[in-house]
């Protein structure tokens, strides 16, 4: 998932809009977005990832941020 917007470190805030992307089956390390949105709680974020843009729908994280929750 991405975050849409910024938080802050503030716990009057309790949820995150949010677009969430699928893996790809050849490359686990690229992810295509699923065209949804959601809104998540901020306690369910367990962690951040460093990302690249590869298109407007692509993203690619880097290889020692990739790890499954």
């Not at 677009?19 to 369910?44: A, C, I, M, N, R």
């Not at 367990?46 to 690249?52: L, P, Y």
Request: no cysteine.
């Amino acid at each position: 998932m991405k975050l849409l917007e910024d938080l802050p470190d503030d716990d009057h805030i309790a949820h995150a809009r949010t677009e969430w992307y699928t893996q790809d089956l050849v490359d686990p390390l690229l992810f295509t977005t699923t065209g949804k949105e959601h809104v998540v709680s901020k306690v369910g974020i367990k962690a951040t990832v460093n990302v690249m843009s590869i298109a407007d729908d692509t993203i690619e994280i880097e290889e020692n941020d990739y790890y499954l929750f």
